[in-house]
């Protein structure tokens, strides 16, 4: 792949990687900084791609192991959306939102990546370092949360 193609490639990806930020990182200013170390990380060790089609993932993967970098620098930072909650969403869309960001990691990036940046599983799995089938049950677990959670918030 020639620079060229590398760099619209990373700029074709750096809507996905504000949203898979957004899935890890509660601040804006540390979205910004993961997103930038990774596109600066992957832009160094460009020529260690082998396979173009595995770019996505590759990128995604640079970019989570940058967001627990962000995450393990300010675990003793408070943020003040801790010490004040936010006000409750008004909207189902907001409910859903909101349910979907509370579930566990391990749970809440394979469905963003999923259904809302259309990866495939293989594609999740290689971002991951998990094996696909380990994806799809953890997709599907998380919906079975969802449903449950959902269920009871439409009943409050």
């Known amino acids: 792949m020639t620079d060229e193609a590398f760099e619209?490639?990373?700029?074709?990806?750096?809507?996905?990687?504000?949203?898979?930020?957004y899935a890890q990182l509660r601040q804006k200013a540390d979205r910004e900084d993961a997103v930038q170390e990774a596109l600066k990380?992957?832009?160094?060790?460009?020529?260690?791609?082998?396979?173009?089609?595995?770019?996505?993932p590759w990128l995604v993967r640079i970019l989570i192991n940058e967001c627990h970098n962000i995450q393990r620098k300010?675990?003793?930072?408070?943020?003040?959306?801790?010490?004040m909650p936010p006000p409750p969403p008004e909207d189902a869309d907001g409910v859903m939102h909101d349910l979907i960001l509370a579930l566990p990691e391990k749970?809440?990036?394979?469905?963003?990546?999923?259904?809302?940046?259309?990866?495939?599983?293989?594609?999740?799995?290689?971002?991951?370092?998990?094996?696909?089938?380990?994806?799809h049950s953890r997709v599907h677990k998380a919906r079975q949360i969802l449903k449950s959670q959902w269920e009871e918030a439409q009943k409050e």
């Open 41 to 56: 990380k992957a832009w160094e060790k460009r020529r260690l791609l082998r396979d173009e089609s595995a770019l996505k």
């Open 74 to 83: 300010n675990r003793r930072v408070i943020p003040t959306e801790d010490v």
């Open 107 to 135: 749970y809440r990036m394979p469905v963003l990546m999923i259904f809302m940046e259309g990866m495939n599983g293989t594609e999740v799995a290689r971002a991951l370092r998990i094996p696909p089938g380990t994806v």
């Open 8 to 21: 619209q490639a990373l700029i074709n990806l750096t809507e996905t990687m504000y949203r898979v930020c």
